[in-house]
């Protein structure tokens, strides 16, 4: 529970501010709401990377854009195929993607996307988040998330994403992250929509 209390009348913007803050925090209990676009597979995805064909190439780096400036650098992939829409691996062992450019002990919502277009290659994955959150996840010819949460950049910016193949192909065909607003930049926001901020 939270009690805000103040030593003097507010004014009729600092009330309405207030106010939009109190069902902001009632709305957060359930939903968090992010303060960029959380781009859809189709929005920015891997294809580009997919349609060159590179084979043998887990011990190189990639650094790839995603949405709302992201990058990612991602290691330990064996190919860029077009069915996989993206990155894949054929081999046991962790392949990552480091997302970077973060802002430091911020909260970031995630998307994974893992398309594959031929299904009997399609496979399984362990994908675990900053070295935690835990989850398994399949591919499959549809372009919607597999996995999706919530996460802290680390102190240099960072989310760590890790995974494991658990069948033939582990594929990687995008991901999305979006910075989760603050309830102070959500007081901010409301108090400016109502043209009453004061200085």
């Known amino acids: 529970m939270e009690v805000i209390t103040w030593d003097r009348v507010l004014s009729e913007a600092e009330m309405v501010a207030t106010v939009d803050y109190l069902k902001w925090k009632l709305r957060a209990g359930a939903v968090l709401e992010a303060s960029e676009h959380l781009a859809q597979e189709t929005e920015k995805n891997f294809d580009s990377w997919g349609n060159q064909h590179l084979s043998d190439v887990s011990h190189q780096t ?73 989850g398994t996840c399949s591919a499959d010819s549809f372009n919607e998330a597999k996995f999706s949460g919530v996460a802290v950049a680390s102190p240099r910016g960072e989310i760590n994403f890790e995974f494991e193949k658990v069948s033939v192909h582990l594929d990687l065909s995008g991901i999305a992250i979006a910075k989760v607003s603050s309830p102070a930049s959500l007081l901010q926001e409301a108090s400016i929509a109502t043209g009453r901020l004061e200085g």
């Open 62 to 134: 990639f650094e790839v854009d995603l949405a709302n400036g992201y990058k990612a650098d991602l290691t330990g992939w064996t190919h860029t195929r077009d069915y996989a829409r993206g990155f894949l691996t054929n081999k046991h062992g962790v392949s990552t993607a480091v997302v970077k450019g973060l802002t430091p002990a911020a909260q970031y919502l995630y998307q994974i996307y893992m398309v594959h277009e031929i299904t009997h290659w399609a496979g399984a994955a362990k994908v675990s988040v900053n070295h935690g959150v835990q």
